[in-house]
């Protein structure tokens, strides 16, 4: 190796030390909850976010873009589709991505002006995350691209009822953690993506006590509060906002070849890595392995962007999917597939997460830190678990995806390029 | 095979199946709380239930013995040590076994007349059980052969605050279906033995609705039982008891040969064959592979005796132990051991659980019906999660330990003998 080689890999080397540190003492807290304009910094009012790296509009398609058409009328930006469409053509109404501001979007993950958000802070360096909230039970989601009244009263529901309970119990509580709650969630069955069943349980647990104060004052509204978290996704959107505020933190290190972001938009897979900031390296969408919901074939699938694999990129779930295999009936693939999966994860990654660790591998930490240069030379990319929605809107079932192999070779060409 | 042998066979077979059918079918209900005193059958004002098949006061020892000992004294039978032996050996104070009186002992397995009970019927037979409360996180318990005035003290909250709030909780309810915990909590990576972790979590989920009514009218009681709620151990109580009335209307079934308990007190093991009635068979102590907790060695370990094996007994604990992999780090045991040791029980059971499933083995059901002849003939004993006692009382650590198979040669040897 010529010396300026040697210097470059120590250089790599160092920034990815930093960047690994960091991604091994987070210390993720859900400390408030607040309205998107309110509390997301440089958000606009008449800003819609969604997932994905950003596209032109005219790109945007099917429950994507049904969506973010809705998010403009819900937020009484247009009375209808037609004036939402004219208004973002004029950018009277500014479409952009959440990952640029401190948002992280489920599915098509739309967030408006007046919706309220997680506020999930990382102690370790005091970066912020932001994430709405799971839309519940009802069918006719705004995030799986479906909207009408039952959406909209749902909507104002989560906004004017849940938000205000959970926002001074979260309070009182003086801030949950997350940390442990996920490590516990790990040791329970949960893999922090398609399944949250025991995280979203132990935080119930954690706010109870604080909701028990609220119902003297509010009984109405704790009890339809309580009744709200009795759902087993609810959590999904924590360990989001923890993810991405880690990933924000980790960002921007100059000479980490470490992934910072995968995100899917309706059209595109795409990555971002430290080392090159904010750049998008963008590939076609990848096939997966999906278990459908009863009723629906293969051609009712359809892509509606969505960025929840920030879990997987900061060791959450298809890292960790070797402790869930209850996720066999939810998304398909047989326990040794899942073992498998989740053992090819150590061979792209530089580390294994002091305070996540799986049991089935004698309590092995998970695999963090995915490297550019290893995925490229081991040609074994990140296993990513996702919901699979219809393409007329609405969840039909759940799989695994490998992420495409392109965007990790152009970022590595990028890489190169930028550190010559 | 001679023709009388054939038919022996034939209504071994028969009846057999007639146990596993109520295996199968059972649908244990936690109905309502009461007093022992009030609602156990059979029991009597000066009586004291504890673990294991019978032995006489003589040869009772070390913790158990302390625990009957302060049992008496709690209950207010004696007013001290020398009185309450005294009154033993006099039978003015009765020594008699839990599994008796449809109850079912944790640990020592001390039931005395004014403690309370969780009632647990089997729906689909009508059968009860009965089983005590965990006494929380305190370290003097009864349970455990300690006993000072924290003790008292404690197990006086558990009757006067935190039973009347359970109680009428459980009655609005309509009953709490229990089947349908164990059944998600062993997705969740409990086996309900020595892992109650999830399951303890569902069952506060499922009362909180109903315990939010109650803080109205007593805020501090419910609160404090919300508190009481919260440790991770509470609901092996419940899969005892649900266990137990399961056991009991499985027992006495002519020609089965269908172990329907396995229990130990401080000097013996010692199981029931349904085919044999209440004749139990008694063997040496086991061995096991044990890890205890920080500070203690071997020599500190003592027996005092345990009915939880009820688990086991009914496809749980020991049964499902490779859903739980996580308590690696809580009773030792690499991963694979603990799937081999679970593997194994298929061997000498004669059906699987149809609710009861393993995700790790694609969602096989639990190995359940333990035939006594299988058992003899590979000479494959069952394998029980359990808590390790100090011999100055306290538990210390967990283990596995493997049923001796003594006992189930001498059942073989008695059934075979009443089936001549």
Chains 1, 2 share one sequence.
């Not at 300026?4 to 540190?21: C, D, G, L, P, R």
């Not at 501001?101 to 098509?108: K, L, N, P, W």
């Not at 009263?153 to 801030?175: D, E, M, Y």
């Not at 693939?333 to 073992?339: L, Q, W």
Request: with cysteine.
């Amino acid at each position: 190796m010529i010396a300026s080689e040697q210097y470059k890999t120590e250089q790599k080397a160092k920034a990815n030390k930093e960047v690994i540190t960091k991604i091994q003492k987070t210390k993720p807290i859900l400390i408030d909850m607040g309205i998107v304009g309110e509390v997301v910094p440089h958000f606009q009012h008449n800003m819609i976010l969604t997932s994905g790296a950003p596209l032109p509009w005219e790109d945007y398609e099917g429950g994507q873009k049904e969506a973010i058409i809705y998010g403009a009328i819900f937020e009484g930006l247009a009375e209808n589709r037609e004036e939402a469409v004219k208004k973002i053509k004029t950018k009277e109404i500014l479409i952009a991505p959440c990952h640029d501001y401190s948002c992280i979007g489920s599915v098509t993950g739309i967030y408006t002006a007046s919706m309220p958000v997680f506020i999930v802070e990382d102690a370790n360096t005091g970066v912020r995350a932001y994430c709405n909230l799971f839309e519940g039970e009802i069918h006719e989601k705004l995030t799986y691209g479906l909207y009408n009244d039952k959406t909209k009263r749902n909507l104002h529901f989560l906004r004017r009822v849940v938000t205000p309970i959970l926002q001074q119990a979260i309070k009182t509580s003086g801030g949950i953690n997350l940390l442990e709650i996920i490590r516990r969630a790990i040791n329970m069955g949960d893999e922090l993506h398609s399944r949250n069943t025991a995280a979203s349980l132990l935080f119930t647990r954690e706010l109870t006590p604080y909701l028990l104060d609220l119902y003297k004052e509010s009984p109405e509204n704790t009890r339809a509060t309580l009744q709200y978290l009795e759902n087993d996704y609810n959590f999904l959107r924590l360990g989001m906002a923890a993810s991405k505020a880690l990933s924000d933190s980790c960002s921007k290190t100059e000479h980490s070849s470490i992934v910072t972001a995968m995100a899917f938009s309706c059209k595109e897979f795409a990555i971002r890595v430290s080392g090159t900031g904010n750049q998008w390296f963008r590939a076609p969408l990848p096939t997966g392995q999906v278990r459908l919901f009863e009723g629906y074939s293969e051609k009712d699938v359809a892509w509606l962007g969505g960025e929840s694999s920030i879990t997987e990129t900061m060791g959450l779930g298809g890292f960790v999917q070797a402790a869930a295999l209850t996720l066999q009936d939810y998304s398909g693939g047989k326990p040794e597939k899942m073992i498998d999966n989740n053992k090819r994860m150590y061979e792209i990654t530089l580390d294994e997460h002091s305070v996540y660790k799986l049991p089935i591998f004698e309590f092995r930490g998970a695999p963090i830190g995915i490297d550019i240069f290893k995925v490229v030379e081991k040609g074994i990319t990140p296993v990513i678990n996702m919901g699979v929605a219809h393409k007329e809107g609405g969840q039909i079932g759940a799989g695994v995806v490998n992420a495409p192999l392109k965007c990790f070779e152009d970022a590595v060409n990028a890489y190169n390029q930028r550190y010559r």
